[in-house]
């Protein structure tokens, strides 16, 4: 009975089993479709890309399909198949189809990381969830899901060999732009069949499943590079290759390119398509069924690029003994005639953004999406490109911002506030001496802020970012839509200094602290910092609609086919990750790419830029007058209306830029070369230029033309021109001519410069006086800030009208006369000499005392009168630089070969017309006097120092630094 009894319990304990057993098989694969007998079904509905009009740009036909071509193992690579493996599952070919070691491994590192970094899918089990479960089940992070996958890959392991399974893999999977199977996706971008790849190819598209919007390299190239050196390096770690041979590969340089089909603005659509993908997820995007509105205008779109195409053709050289209007549109130049055979200009790209919301209404990211040529599949609109001038605005915002100055215990600058646009020597990390140079090969002196940014000075620009700080431009530009630090390598520092006040005291994010800003140099001002054309007119934009932040936008809504809304995929929503060494963290958008985003949901944007800062640039980038110096009148930065503009030129010719914008529209310009061949002479203001304001002017034409809004906040002064200090009145000259009992010429001719106004006296003590200054001009200011100093600069000097010599105390009355004379401060003589501009001989300390200067040596809170008023060193030397390195030539002869040795005296100095001695190695060698306190020393190898030395009328001596040097044999 007992073992009757025991045999009823095991039976019923078997049944129980059995009966669980297919309770839990219907629950966990029911509905799972035979491998035997299906590989998943296809077709979906299409997906409709309009603009914000409804007009057809694009129609994805059967995203599943379209451009879905099946190809056997042996027409794909070897170099792909590894490539493949080695990212995704590198033990394919010792597995069933469930991998346990690399469950494993991905349950231990993401405990570790206690965040999810690596996955457990094999690429069987990949395989599996993307031909049979449903789009919802495949976006589920369930164990039912893992179960049921599994059980997929087990079958299809049983029903396929390894090679059939690979190869259906290779052939169903989706790498982005619009390309299902790797055929299809060698085609789209690179223009040839998946047999033609080489080893570079096929890494960079093996990379891409991961996150096919993300690695776009048409899109992302930087990010699809990195992405590119991961499967490289895993290949390596696969032994599928070498680490030189991985090497090799990495630094191929590759042309993308698309096959040609129907589609209207294929950059922007290509660019709608991957933020699609992002804010819906891959797998929704490719069930079809969509209808994307944009806010492109088809119509600006098509003036963007009608543009492009024709001033591209008239800055290329003519064929020899072409005609350059031949063909040409009424008579239109279509080539340049002038200019050299060896130039090239093939490429160029447009952004348009409505400044106010960001909603992008122009995208034109190449001259030909289809011309493998020039590579014109690469969007150039966000593709990363040195600036040149154009990031100069950033700059003078920081430096202008009241509240930042504050944090950073200085004075803000004003458009009036003066600079030394002088030859000037950089100090650099690696103790080389950096001196920057103007467009023209020329310096000018004195200038405003106003002339500067108007006329793209560099110098004070680089003195303007000395000033604030790299750091603080940095910051700037992270504001407006910039990121640095996640586009070029820097990371936020960590600490108390994180923590900083922002300093334009807004409610924004906290002022970025960068881990060694200076390594980007000053010469960030200058362009030396890569930004996308993109994210540069977006910036632009935050100075046009008064200091928001813009984020661009591309995405109007999504519906259905039927209208119905389609909703996003959850934020933060983690991405299934397989058993490849993906980059911790690379699930989410990389390289400071463009972030997926549809239009805005009402929220109110950052502030970017103070109001009152926003408006200031914007005066001075409308400026004309202002800019008449550097670019004369009639320039293409007139476009008929108020307009603010801005150009940029790298040095070597591989990048110009026109940015600018009205209150209604903001729009940027890139001119140059995919392969970044330089372009021989061509400008911002003659290549990008003329297309920024074609495309300005037709698509303006119906718009009415608005002033910009001035913020409240502002004052206007009357200030000198040339010092950006008060002119002050007739009075101040004549209560000092007063005093020496000459009589005070006229307005008019104590502006002539000539000898006028006779004295009442046989003879006088004579001194010069301080006269109101020539020129003026009305300038705007942020209240406090505006300028209490009076200009001392402008001297009538009393002279004798007989000789054109200084006058003396024995003068008679009736030839002393009196000039006006321009004085400048020591850093300045050798720019008057050079110019022409002459200097008051033999003047006493006395006399040039308050020459420039404010009362107390300052404005209100601090605020510098001009630069004109800062104490310069009591004697320096002008040359040579410091650290500099020289080689001799042995084609010359030696004694050719001399150093020019410059001493420039202080102002206490040249007011006593002391001599100046020069130390060569601590043992002096010359002894100079004005003007130009110049000795040349003849190169000798080694290394050698020079200082310069002098005496004030007391006796005491006065020295400069010691400047280094080396000579090179």
């Not at 933060?572 to 060494?581: D, F, L, Y």
């Not at 070597?652 to 914008?661: A, C, F, H, Q, S």
């Not at 020591?826 to 720019?831: F, G, L, N």
């Amino acid at each position: 009975m007992i073992h009757l009894s025991l045999r009823r319990v095991l039976l019923i304990a078997v049944l129980i089993l059995v009966a669980a057993g297919i309770v839990a098989y219907r629950l966990l694969f029911a509905g799972l479709p035979d491998p035997e007998r299906s590989l998943g079904s296809s077709g979906a509905q299409s997906i409709l890309i309009t603009d914000r009009n409804g007009r057809l740009l694009y129609e994805v036909i059967d995203p599943n399909g379209s451009k879905q071509v099946p190809v056997p193992l042996s027409d794909i690579p070897l170099a792909c198949r590894q490539a493949t493996l080695a990212t995704e599952d590198s033990r394919f070919y010792l597995h069933p189809g469930v991998d346990p070691l690399a469950m494993l491994r991905a349950v231990w590192l993401n405990w570790r990381e206690g965040r999810t970094v690596s996955g457990g899918s094999t690429l069987t089990q990949q395989l599996a969830r993307n031909l049979f479960l449903s789009q919802q089940e495949r976006n589920e992070r369930s164990l039912r899901r893992k179960l049921r996958e599994a059980w997929l890959a087990w079958r299809l392991e049983r029903t396929y060999s390894k090679d059939q399974i690979l190869t259906l893999y290779l052939n169903t999977t989706y790498y982005g732009h619009f390309a299902v199977g790797i055929e299809a996706a060698a085609q789209a971008y690179f223009g040839m069949h998946a047999r033609e790849l080489d080893l570079a190819q096929c890494a960079l598209l093996a990379g891409l499943p991961q996150f096919p919007s993300g690695y776009n390299p048409i899109e992302n190239p930087q990010a699809a590079g990195r992405r590119q050196e991961v499967v490289l390096d895993l290949m390596v770690k696969d032994h599928a290759l070498s680490a030189e041979q991985a090497a090799d590969a990495h630094k191929e340089s590759m042309a993308f390119v698309s096959t040609p089909f129907p589609i209207q603005a294929p950059h922007f659509v290509m660019w709608v398509q991957g933020q699609v993908e992002q804010m819906l997820g891959a797998e929704r995007w490719r069930a079809g069924g969509l209808r994307v509105i944009t806010t492109l205008d088809l119509d600006w779109q098509h003036q963007a690029e009608a543009t492009v195409n024709r001033r591209l053709a008239q800055l290329r050289p003519c064929p020899s003994g072409g005609d350059p209007r031949a063909a040409g549109p009424a008579g239109g130049a279509q080539c340049d005639p002038s200019a050299s055979p060896a130039r090239r200009v093939d490429d160029a790209a447009v952004v348009a953004l409505d400044p106010q919301t960001g909603a992008v209404r122009a995208m034109v990211g190449s001259a030909d999406y289809f011309d493998r040529a020039i590579s014109g599949a690469v969007n150039a609109a966000l593709s990363l490109r040195q600036p040149g001038s154009a990031i100069k605005p950033l700059t003078y915002a920081a430096a202008l911002d009241p509240a930042r100055a504050a944090a950073a215990g200085h004075a803000p600058w004003t458009p009036a506030t003066l600079v030394a646009d002088v030859r000037t020597v950089f100090p650099t990390q690696e103790g080389k001496p950096y001196v920057p140079q103007d467009y023209d090969l020329r310096f000018h002196g004195p200038v405003t802020v106003r002339a500067a940014l108007a006329n793209s000075y560099n110098v004070p620009a680089v003195k303007a970012l000395q000033y604030i700080g790299v750091e603080a431009l940095i910051d700037q530009a992270a504001r407006q839509g910039i990121n640095w630090v996640a586009d070029l390598g820097f990371r936020p520092a960590y600490g108390a200094a994180a923590s900083a006040p922002d300093p334009t005291g807004g409610a924004g994010q906290p002022w970025i602290q960068v881990e060694n800003p200076q390594s980007f140099g000053l010469a960030l001002t200058l362009g030396g910092g890569e930004v996308r054309l993109l994210d540069l007119t977006a910036a632009y934009a935050a100075f046009a609609n008064g200091g928001r932040r813009v984020t661009p936008y591309a995405i109007e809504r999504i519906e259905t086919l039927a209208g119905d809304p389609v909703p996003a995929a959850p934020a933060g929503e983690p991405v299934e990750e397989t058993t490849g060494s993906r980059p911790a963290g690379s699930g989410g958008q990389e390289g400071g790419a463009t972030p997926a985003r549809a239009a805005p949901a009402g929220a109110t944007p950052a502030r970017a830029v103070d109001p009152r800062v926003a408006y200031l640039i914007t005066d001075m980038l409308s400026d004309g007058d202002a800019r008449l110096p550097a670019f004369g009148p009639g320039n293409v930065l007139d476009i008929g209306r108020p307009a603010a503009a801005k150009t940029g030129t790298t040095t070597d010719w591989r990048d110009n830029w026109t940015l600018g914008y009205t209150p209604d529209l903001a729009a940027g310009v890139w001119v140059g070369n995919a392969d970044n061949t330089p372009m021989l002479d061509i400008s911002g203001i003659s290549g990008a230029g003329p297309i920024w304001h074609d495309f300005m002017v037709n698509v303006l034409r119906n718009v009415p033309a608005r002033q910009f809004a001035r913020p409240d906040g502002l004052v206007q002064v009357e200030v000198c021109a040339d010092s950006g200090l008060l002119p002050g009145v007739e009075r101040d000259w004549a209560s000092r001519a007063a005093k020496s009992g000459a009589g005070a010429p006229s307005g008019a001719a104590a502006r002539s410069g000539g000898a006028s106004a006779t004295a009442t006296a046989a003879t006088r003590t004579v001194s010069p006086a301080a006269a109101p200054c020539p020129a003026r001009r009305p300038e705007w200011f942020i209240a406090g800030t505006e300028p209490q100093a009076v200009d001392r600069a402008h001297l009538q000097v009393p002279i004798d009208v007989r000789t054109g010599q200084p006058a003396s105390e024995v003068t008679p009355a009736d030839a002393l006369g009196y000039q006006m004379v321009w004085a400048l401060p020591a850093e300045y003589q050798a720019w008057a000499r050079e110019n022409g501009i002459a200097q008051p001989a033999g003047l006493a300390t006395a006399d040039l005392a308050d020459v420039g200067t404010a009362p107390g040596g300052s404005g209100p809170a601090g605020q510098p009168a001009g630069l004109l008023s800062r104490a310069p060193a009591p004697l320096a030397l002008a040359s040579p630089d410091p650290n500099r390195s020289y080689k001799l030539d042995p084609g010359l002869p030696a004694e050719a070969q001399k150093l020019p040795v410059t001493a420039m005296p202080g102002r206490e100095l040249l007011g006593e017309g002391s001599a100046i001695t020069l130390l060569l190695d601590g043992s002096p060698f010359a002894t100079v006097a004005g003007p130009d306190y110049t000795a040349w020393w003849q190169l000798a190898t080694g290394e050698h120092t020079f200082q310069a030395a002098g005496r004030r009328a007391d006796g005491t001596q006065v020295a400069s630094p010691v400047v280094s040097i080396y000579v090179e044999p």
